[in-house]
């Protein structure tokens, strides 16, 4: 979250009256009347009170990042345009109805180290998840920050928006399509490798010197090559759709909070290096 500077533009005091009355006879020698009458003028409204927000970093137009006034935090939207690097602008402070309170998360750098996951300890709640249900945590991530189920940036002026668990259903579908998929054509490849085994193991104690010969071979090396082409196909698929969503998701939590790359390509090292880590870190973020 960003820290921002406040200017209190003047108010009308609370509880002020908003009636003039007229005044008659205020000549030397008379008493000053009141017209019992009041004259209506227009209710007093205050004025917003504006906030002066200094640009985290060079954003575009529409660009939506959080900034925080004593504690309260807010989300703040770039003007038209764009803004550049330390450019101050003021918007008007949301009602009390529009803003929470909440822990200020740090800017310009990771929460935690990348090798920081068990330090809540190795039974939490957290790595467990990032272990055995890694794309249900960064659907998790994407919901809080909302993200589309790829880790997408959903434009403020957009009109859809992300329902709660929505991207955790979508990827829970994904994962569990995918996971079937795969176990079928292993599964197939198994059962099709060992009856072809069977197969020249009762040739062989038929006629040791005689080759392998059977006309259902054939058919069953095919199959046996299709479900294996099929397994290598469907997991390929599944990883790198796993990677793209840690990748994009990852990057956004960057970009969200002016984190900068330590190295070239660190995102894509981290992930292939330890994808638990990497989602525990980037999701206590």
Request: hydrophobic letters at 40%; charged letters at 20%.
């Amino acid at each position: 979250a960003y820290d921002s500077t406040t200017t209190k533009m003047p108010t009308m005091p609370f509880g002020a009256d908003t009636q003039a009355y007229d005044q008659v006879n205020t000549t030397e020698g008379y008493d000053r009347t009141i017209d019992e009458h009041p004259r209506d003028l227009p209710e007093a409204r205050s004025m917003p009170v504006m906030v002066e927000v200094t640009a985290p970093a060079t954003l575009p137009g529409g660009y939506s990042f959080e900034a925080t006034v004593s504690g309260i935090s807010f989300d703040v939207e770039v003007p038209t345009g764009g803004i550049e690097k330390g450019q101050r602008f003021s918007i008007p402070m949301p009602s009390s109805d529009n803003i929470t309170s909440r822990a200020s998360l740090p800017v310009g750098h990771w929460k935690d180290g990348i090798c920081s996951c068990c330090r809540f300890g190795i039974f939490h709640a957290w790595l467990w998840m990032t272990c055995c249900c890694p794309l249900v945590a960064t659907s998790q991530v994407q919901n809080r920050l909302h993200l589309n189920f790829i880790g997408g940036e959903i434009p403020s002026s957009s009109t859809s928006s992300v329902l709660r668990g929505q991207n955790i259903a979508i990827n829970l579908v994904i994962s569990i399509v995918f996971i079937i998929a795969i176990h079928i054509s292993y599964s197939n490849f198994i059962q099709l490798s060992a009856k072809e085994a069977a197969i020249k193991l009762a040739i062989k104690l038929e006629d040791p010197d005689m080759p392998p010969d059977d006309p259902r071979l054939p058919d069953i090396e095919n199959q046996r090559d299709f479900a294996m082409y099929a397994f290598a196909m469907f997991q390929f698929i599944f990883i790198l759709y796993c990677f793209i969503v840690y990748f994009r998701t990852r990057r956004a939590v960057r970009r969200r909070y002016v984190i900068p790359e330590e190295f070239c390509c660190e995102d894509v090292a981290c992930i292939c290096c330890c994808r638990c880590c990497t989602i525990a870190q980037f999701g206590d973020s």
